[in-house]
């Protein structure tokens, strides 16, 4: 079973930019999307970004103009570039794999933690 691991995160004042790493156990190009989602306290879990296979990406409305995402197959991983970062980005950030770039698929990482400070 693929296991996937998130790294980069932290904490970071408001304006600040973090980057985010998901490095899976196989190879991405086994996936047809790879997305990131957050999940704050008392919150549902929801989607931040995504990327397919052919580099099709998709965006929360929130994020977009902020965040982007990005694959190198060859390293088998997937990031997180977040920029101008805002305390309501606060949440742990989950790394996904599925088949959709619009809805989740069964494979998690661990997550990490990511808090902004205002």
């Known amino acids: 079973q693929v296991q996937l691991v998130e790294s980069g995160g932290g904490l970071v004042q408001a304006g600040g930019s973090l980057r985010l790493s998901c490095s899976a156990s196989r190879s991405t190009l086994r996936f047809d999307a790879i997305g990131w989602y957050r999940q704050a306290p008392g919150q549902q879990r929801v989607l931040v970004a995504a990327?397919?296979?052919?580099?099709?990406?998709n965006y929360a409305d929130s994020v977009k103009g902020r965040f982007a995402i990005s694959r190198d197959n060859a390293k088998n991983t997937v990031n997180l570039q977040m920029n101008n970062l805002k305390p309501e980005d606060t949440a742990v950030y989950y790394c996904?794999?599925?088949?959709?770039?619009?809805?989740?698929?069964?494979?998690w990482g661990q997550g990490t933690q990511v808090t902004v400070s205002s």
């Open positions: 996904n794999a599925g088949v959709s770039i619009f809805i989740p698929g069964g494979t």
């Open positions: 990327i397919s296979s052919g580099g099709i990406t």
